[in-house]
């Protein structure tokens, strides 16, 4: 048997333990078909030999049982009885993990203890990092794919700064497929499902020889779309999608295992659609004092009544009233006529692991090259209005990721099994290119006005006109007063607001960036046995990280430049409000033809170090104590958006300064102590963290732009003008900044095997991951944005305090006849939080619970099984994201991408 195909084998025995959270959610190792080397690993495991789970957590394997670090391992039985076909579904597996998708797939974000990488903007890397087969992914939402057959997932819970490739701030997710074998199967699957799901999923394993054995997997996949789009008479949120993955393993001798991978994978689905925010679901989705959207509601009416200036605008210019009224989980969408969602997704790579033992010392060896690239059409208002769109394309919001992976690790044994040593180098090349059209839509040259002429007296208002004004001009230009309404600039306001009319499908035309990244580590990791039941660890590691940006831009919009040879020469007035909001909304994002051609370059270079140090005891072979110190680490990098180049009122073309793109490195100081203990029966483990986070990498759209910024506190007190609307004030010494997040909290699990085929398991997650009460941005003491002044003293976004998991497997054998029966449920629940990243009042989102469930019955053998299966059981209305509707002010109108209602089917399995 080998070594990689043995961690794929799970005795019936401890199939209950091999479904719990951690300690025992994980892998179950059978003992007696155990090969040399795993069972030296058990019989070394102080637990009950009946079950035994192997990790990788600290670069080399032990059982989970003597790992003094947060970590959990879901077997791939479980996956499967959990329907996880990507790593978003791992939400309902782990209490302390939460993935998320918002306006495109590759955009996804994973979290753990409330702690990940928000946005859209692929620059920002993940605080979470993905491995798939020791292969590291680029991003996080580069995983979010059908993974096809697996053999568990390790997700490592606090910064990883020591080993686990790429340096993360808050964990780390291990993907491990189902390997080769040596011996001859083959499996297939078919599932329908509502939505017309067809899931079709095959593979085949063989034994070439005594040393080689042969593995491929296919997986096929696609459904309709979860939204109606009622204008177009298509569907969005589909699914066709398909993975082909082939392995061989060669092992010429019990000391040498060389296993290669390559995969290819591939999306063409519409995504991602969102709805108007309803009272009905966010009851604060309302009207607040003074129009201000950071003004907390009293009552008042829907964001999306006509009694919010901007929406009678809105339905002026063509907006389905029925957008605006109906649930947020109607799912009917009222979009621009002709524009689409429709997307691609193209990933494949080719990895290569080493495992070759030289008496007491193991040389491991995991190379790895990997493409990704995506783009994604949308009508990016996500309202009936042509006001912003992205026509599908390769330029589409496109990203293409390029990735070389090296890691050699070196593990052995000194001074008498003493001191369990690791040391190893990683290196990481990674070219990352992103190309946008984004333009302004056939309307925003109106829609624009209408914001201009709210401002000046919202009687004046007419859509009808081009510049919003029509007839109504002779208010301002002194026709019916006899005064102009600005005096002598009246006609500079008036020629401003003609100009901005002509802004019609006209913007990017293909800006690109591109950013070389090259990582190179050294690293260490020594486990001391100090005595038989006392160890103490500690790893280091350094890391140099160097990128290169440069940017070429692409546009179209001469109106832009216009409005500023109109207006400039007022921004020194009285007039400098109206001045610079008609300067504004005509270079919104710094989308100009003053760029047209321009290319911008920059560099930066980082060395930091990081590691951990931690002290275990096992009082008795069943227990653990463990206390640790851990810093983390994750890289500063460049915000891809011409939009933080300068505000559009200071832009100047010959004055560009490419730093200002620059965001710093983030790092964490992380403690924790925790307990575990582990027996055939029971086991739990419970776990105490604090983790303080320093340049605290934020994006955050604010309706207009994305901004990225550093967060960190200060420990003088700000007299809360870091919670004003002045940009200027709230500034700190440098001496007195700080950490600026806190996460801190306890993690509780267990799980309960009373019979033979019988598990319960019950995870807990208490996190109070927040704002420090007073925030500045960088370093140096800036001060923060003032989009972000709610910030302050609250939760992170999508950050609840406290989750919950709970599940129950039952496989009864049904009498003699060798057939077994299939009860399997789960369930999360999850307490009230803010999804939206500027924790505007609008975007909270209230507890709720999931409940997933799956009864069949299997033949003799396995050989063949039918399957009923549900997700989301309930059917519960949830959100992933809710967000700022693009442009739709005065005050904004939130709108948010929707997670998946109820879906069941049917899955008929063979296998031989």
């Given amino acids: 048997m080998s070594k990689f195909g ?285 129009l201000d ?43 621009t006529p002709g524009r689409s969602y429709d997307g691609e997704t193209e990933d494949w790579g080719l990895s290569g692991e080493v495992n070759w033992d030289f ?67 990683y290196y990481a090349n990674e070219k990352l290119e992103t190309r946008d059209n984004l333009r302004f839509g056939n309307d925003y040259g109106t829609f624009a006005n209408c914001r201009i002429a709210l401002a000046i007296n919202p009687a004046l208002a007419n859509p009808s006109a081009d510049n919003c004004l029509g007839a109504n001009v002779a208010a301002i230009d002194g026709t019916l007063t006899g005064t102009p309404a600005f005096g002598a600039a009246t006609p500079l306001i008036i020629a401003g607001m003609n100009n901005l009319a002509q802004i019609r499908d006209i913007g990017g035309t293909g800006d690109r960036y591109n950013q070389k990244s090259e990582n190179f580590a050294l690293f260490t990791h020594n486990i001391v046995h100090v005595t038989d039941t006392v ?30 040879n109109l207006l400039n020469g007022l921004l020194t007035t009285p007039l400098a409000g109206l001045a610079g909001g008609l300067i504004s909304l005509s270079c919104q994002g710094n989308s100009t033809a003053e760029l047209d051609g321009v290319t911008l370059s920059d560099t930066r270079d980082e060395d930091e170090f990081t590691g951990t140090a931690i002290l275990s005891w096992k009082p008795d072979p069943d227990w653990m104590v463990y206390g640790s110190y851990s810093k983390g680490y994750k890289a500063g990098g460049f915000n ?79 007299g809360g003008l870091d919670r004003d609307g002045d940009a200027t004030t709230g500034s700190c010494a440098t001496d007195n900044v700080a950490p600026g997040v806190i996460a801190q909290g306890v993690e509780f699990e267990t799980s309960l095997s009373p019979i033979r085929d019988l598990t319960m398991t019950v995870g807990l997650t208490y996190s109070d991951t927040s704002y420090e009460d007073n925030l500045v941005g960088r370093d140096n003491g800036s001060p923060l944005d003032p989009a972000l002044r709610l910030l302050p003293g609250d939760n992170l976004s999508n950050a609840p305090e406290v989750t919950a998991t709970a599940s129950l497997s039952w496989t009864p054998p049904i009498g003699n006849s060798g057939l077994s029966g299939l009860f399997f449920v789960n369930a999360r629940t999850t307490g009230d939080y803010n999804t939206g990243s500027d924790l505007l009042y609008g975007k909270e989102q209230d507890g709720y619970t999931l409940v997933n469930g799956r009864i069949g019955i299997t033949g003799p053998d396995d050989r063949w099984g039918v399957e009923v299966w549900a997700n989301n059981l309930f059917d519960i209305d949830y959100s992933q994201v809710a967000f700022n509707t693009p442009f739709v002010a005065p005050q904004q109108t939130y709108s948010a991408f929707l997670a998946e209602p109820r879906t069941y089917g049917v899955t008929v399995r063979a296998g031989f």
């Fill in 535 to 564: 160890d103490l660890t500690l790893g280091l590691r350094y890391t140099n990280e160097t990128k290169d940006f440069n940017a070429a831009f692409s546009n179209d919009n001469v109106f832009c430049p216009q409005a500023r």
């Fill in 293 to 335: 959207g950071f003004n907390r509601p009293n009552g008042g009416p829907a964001l999306t009544s006509p009694d919010n200036p901007i929406v009678p605008i809105l339905l002026g210019l063509g907006q389905d009233p029925r957008a605006l009224s109906q649930s947020t989980f109607d799912r009917d969408i009222y979009v």
């Fill in 6 to 290: 043995l961690r794929h084998q799970c005795a019936r025995g401890a199939l209950a333990c091999a479904i719990a959270l951690t300690p025992a959610i994980a892998h179950a190792q059978d003992a007696g078909a155990a090969n040399t080397e795993e069972a030296d690993l058990i019989d070394a495991a102080d637990v009950d030999s009946g079950s035994v789970i192997i990790v990788r957590a600290q670069g080399r394997e032990q059982a989970l049982a003597d790992v003094p670090v947060a970590v959990s391992a879901v077997s791939g039985e479980l996956l499967e009885k959990s329907g996880v076909a990507d790593i978003r579904d791992l939400n309902q597996v782990a209490p302390s993990l939460l993935i998320s998708s918002t306006g495109n797939e590759a955009n996804g974000s994973a979290r753990i203890r409330g702690i990940g990488t928000v946005g859209d903007n692929p620059g920002l890397e993940s605080s979470v990092a993905v491995f798939v087969d020791g292969v590291y992914r680029s991003r996080s939402g580069n995983a979010m794919a059908e993974l096809g057959p697996l053999d568990r997932v390790e997700i490592l819970r606090g910064p990883q700064g020591t080993l686990g490739g790429r340096n993360s701030s808050a964990g780390l997710i291990n993907i491990y497929t189902a390997p080769p074998e040596f011996e001859f199967s083959g499996y297939g699957a078919f599932t329908y499902g509502n939505y017309d799901a067809i899931k079709v999923e095959a593979g085949i394993n063989a034994p070439l020889g005594d040393t080689v054995a042969a593995r491929i997997d296919g997986v096929y996949f696609e459904r309709d779309g979860f939204y109606n789009d009622v204008v177009n008479d298509v569907r969005i949120n589909d699914r066709d999608r398909y993975l082909v993955r082939g392995q061989l393993l060669f092992e010429p001798n019990s000391d040498l295992s060389i296993r290669l991978v390559g995969d290819y994978a591939k999306k063409e689905e519409a995504c991602c659609a969102a709805t108007f925010v309803q009272p009905s679901f966010a009851p604060l989705a309302r009207v607040s004092p003074g």
């Fill in 359 to 425: 008496g007491n010392v193991t040389l491991t060896s995991i190379t790895g090259y990997r493409e990704y690239s995506n783009f994604q059409g949308s009508d990016t208002d996500y309202t009936q209005v042509d006001l912003l769109y992205r026509a599908p394309g390769p330029n589409a919001g496109s990203r293409e990721f390029k990735t070389f992976t090296q890691e050699f690790r070196l593990n052995g044994t000194a001074f008498n099994d003493t001191l369990d040593w690791l040391i190893g180098a």
């Fill in 640 to 718: 891809l958006d011409r939009s933080a180049l300068a505000v559009p009122v200071a832009f100047n073309v010959n004055n560009l300064d490419p730093s200002a793109l620059q965001f710093d490195a983030e790092t964490v100081d992380a403690f924790e102590v925790g307990v575990k203990y582990s027996s055939r029966k029971w086991g739990f483990s419970v776990a105490a963290f604090r983790q303080e986070f320093e340049n605290f990498q934020l994006n955050t759209f604010n309706g207009s732009v994305f901004l990225v910024q550093n967060i960190n506190g200060c420990d003088t007190d700000l």
